[in-house]
């Protein structure tokens, strides 16, 4: 990884609460130490959440069509 410092978010009060965000930064400095960069992982995850959501919305959407 390069020399320049970044940030990565995990996630927002109350929907991620302290204890899981300390236990993500566990594993995010494991990665780190291992050489791995965190951040696509995190942003792979954030995509499929977003996702899931758009799809719940509109799946949402069709059934109150049908109504």
Known sequence: MGCKRSQISFGTYPGLSLCDARAIRVEAKAKIAKGINPRP?????????RLAGEFTSHHLLEVIRRI
């Open 41 to 49: 992982a995190s942003t792979q995850k954030q995509q499929a959440a």
